[in-house]
C-alpha cells in the first residue's frame, strides 16, 4: 500500500444487496461487476476492508432479530423492512469461512484477485476475543472458554451449553456482555494455538486483518477482566506479537489493523501491528477546540504515520448524526489529509445520512448529494502523489488584525513534494474566521499560481510576499479549502 493510505470499509452483506437491487439479478462476489471495482481504484482506494463475510451464527441470527433496540433503530429509518434482512452480529463468528449467500470461499478469492490486479488489497475481520454463543467447539472444547466451575452468581455474563458447562459471553469490562458470544480464555496455551491456525488459515485469503477488540487479549486487561474465572497461568509473553512474527514468515506483507482503546495504541504498534484506530482524535473531532486537535497532531512521527484517521465506522453514529452536515465535512478534511491510514466507509462515502444496525444486511436508500458530492471531490483532490510521498509540516495561521483571535480556530498544514505544494485549511468553528498564512518553501523570485482545489479558482501572488506576508484567508464557518501549488 501506499504511505497514508485509503482504506473503504464495505459492509458485505448491504454492499451486494444493493448491487443485486440495482441489477435485477443475485449478486455473489464473484459477481460484482468490473465498473464497480474500477470505481474503487479510481477514487484512490489502496485496501478494501470487507466487513462481515464470515459465517454466520444461527443463534446470533435469533437474537438479533428478536432485539428490540434492534428493530426499533431499523423500523426508525425504514418502517417496512423485513425481519428476515436481520442477521447475526458479523462479530458473533461461527466459522472463519465466507458466508454462502456471498459466494463461498471460492467466489472471495476470485474478488481478491481482480482487486489485487487493480493494485488493490483486501482486508478481512478476525475477532480474536471470543466466538459466536452457539459454535461447535462449546460442546467439544469448552475448556478454551472462560468457564465457570459449578452454576455462577451472575447468570447475566453466563450461559450453559447443551452439555451443562456454565461459559462466559465475551465482555468489554466497561459495557455489558455481548450475549451472542462466548469468550475465549486467552491464558490457555490450547486456546492460542487455535487462534493462531485460525490467522494462518485466514492470511491465505486476503491481503491482511483489521482484528476486533485487541486491547481485551493483552495479558494485563484479561487478567483484570476475567482473573475471578480463570484457572490457567499468567502467561509470560503477549500473543500478538508471535502470531504476527508466524504470520510474517509466510507473507511478509501481511498487513495487521487493530482496533484498540484506551490509550495502549502505542504499545500495540510496538508488538507488530502497522496500523491502530486513532480514537482520540475521533473524539477530539467531536468534542474538543482546534487547539486540543492541534497538539495531538504534534505526536511522535512513526505513531502518527500508524494511526488509522476516521470520522466514520461501523461502531460510530454515521457523520451527520454525530458532528452535523458542515462539521463533519470539516472533521473529514482534517482527518484524512494528515499523515496516518485514512478509514473511510462506504456509506460515508456515499452520504448516507444514518448508521443503520450492522445486522441489517439490506441496503439502505438515503443520500446527501452534497455531502456525496464532498466527498467525491476530497477523494479526488487526497489522491494526489503529494498526499502520499511529500513532506507534511503543520502550519500556524496569523492573525489578521491585534484583536482578532479567530485565527486560532484555524486549522492548517503544507504537504510538498518536489515541485509541489498542497494547503489544507480548515476553519474548525461554528464562526466565521481570518488569518494570514505563510508560504515558505517557494522561489523568491517567481510568481506563483495557486489554485484552489474545490472551486477550481486560480490567482497569482508574488513569491517574496507568499513568504513574509502570506495569504490572507477569510473562511465561513466549518469551511474547507486546499490550494495547490506548482512551481
Known amino acids: 500500500m501506499r504511505t497514508n493510505p485509503h482504506i473503504l470499509e464495505v459492509s458485505a452483506h448491504s454492499w451486494l444487496a444493493k448491487l443485486s437491487a440495482d441489477l435485477g439479478r443475485q449478486i455473489t462476489l464473484k459477481d460484482v461487476p468490473q465498473d464497480v471495482l474500477f470505481a474503487f481504484k479510481q477514487k484512490g482506494f489502496d485496501a478494501v476492508w470487507l466487513m462481515g463475510v464470515w459465517e454466520e451464527s444461527p443463534s446470533s441470527r435469533h437474537i438479533a432479530q428478536n432485539d428490540e433496540g434492534i428493530n426499533e433503530r431499523i423500523k426508525k429509518f425504514v418502517p417496512d423492512y423485513k425481519k428476515e434482512d436481520i442477521m447475526g452480529s458479523p462479530y458473533a463468528i461461527y466459522g472463519y469461512s465466507v458466508h454462502p449467500t456471498l459466494g463461498g470461499n471460492e467466489a472471495l478469492a476470485h474478488l481478491r484477485g481482480r482487486l489485487n490486479e487493480m493494485g488493490i488489497m483486501l482486508i478481512l475481520d478476525f475477532a480474536g476475543n471470543h466466538l459466536a454463543i452457539d459454535h461447535p467447539l462449546t460442546l467439544t472444547q469448552p475448556d478454551i472458554f472462560i468457564r465457570a466451575q459449578g452454576e455462577p452468581e451472575d447468570k447475566n455474563l453466563f450461559f450453559q451449553t447443551k452439555n451443562g458447562d456454565w461459559l462466559a459471553h465475551g465482555k468489554d469490562p466497561y459495557f455489558p456482555p455481548w450475549t451472542d458470544t462466548v469468550q475465549l480464555n486467552h491464558f490457555n496455551p490450547k486456546t492460542r494455538q487455535l487462534l493462531l491456525q485460525r490467522l494462518l488459515n485466514i492470511e491465505q485469503m486476503c491481503d491482511g486483518v483489521r482484528c ?85 497532531l504534534t505526536a511522535e512521527h512513526l505513531y502518527q504515520m500508524r494511526s488509522i484517521r476516521f470520522t466514520a465506522n461501523h461502531d460510530e453514529a454515521d457523520p451527520i448524526t454525530a458532528f452535523g452536515r458542515e462539521k463533519s465535512l470539516a472533521a473529514a478534511a482534517i482527518a484524512y489529509s494528515i499523515p496516518g491510514a485514512r478509514l473511510l466507509t462506504r456509506s460515508q462515502v456515499n452520504g448516507v445520512p444514518l448508521r443503520l444496525p450492522i445486522q441489517y444486511a439490506a441496503a439502505p436508500k438515503f443520500y446527501d448529494e452534497e455531502v456525496y458530492n464532498f466527498y467525491h471531490k476530497f477523494l479526488d483532490i487526497i489522491n494526489h502523489p503529494c498526499f502520499h510521498g511529500g513532506q507534511w509540516v503543520m502550519k500556524n495561521p496569523r492573525k489578521t488584525h491585534e484583536h482578532d483571535n479567530s485565527c486560532l480556530n484555524v486549522l492548517s498544514w503544507v504537504w510538498t513534494q518536489m515541485t509541489t505544494i498542497k494547503i489544507v485549511v480548515v476553519n474548525y468553528s461554528e464562526a466565521p474566521a481570518n488569518c494570514f498564512l505563510n508560504i515558505d518553501k517557494v522561489p523568491e523570485a517567481e510568481t506563483l499560481n495557486i489554485r484552489e482545489e474545490f472551486t477550481g479558482t486560480d490567482f497569482t501572488m508574488r513569491s517574496g510576499e507568499a513568504k513574509s506576508k502570506g495569504v490572507r484567508l477569510d473562511l465561513n464557518a466549518y469551511e474547507v479549502k486546499v490550494f495547490s501549488v506548482d512551481f
Open 212 to 296: 476486533d477488540m485487541v486491547m481485551l487479549m493483552l495479558n494485563k486487561i484479561f487478567s483484570e477482566t476475567w482473573g475471578k474465572y480463570n484457572t490457567f497461568e499468567y502467561p509470560a509473553a503477549e500473543f500478538w506479537p508471535d502470531a504476527i512474527r508466524a504470520v510474517r514468515e509466510k507473507n511478509p506483507s501481511f498487513i495487521f489493523m487493530a482496533e484498540v482503546y484506551w490509550g495502549l495504541e502505542w504499545d500495540v504498534q510496538e508488538m507488530g501491528f502497522d496500523y491502530t484506530y486513532d480514537k482520540t482524535l475521533y473524539d477530539r473531532l467531536l468534542l474538543s477546540s482546534p487547539q486540543d486537535i492541534q497538539g495531538h
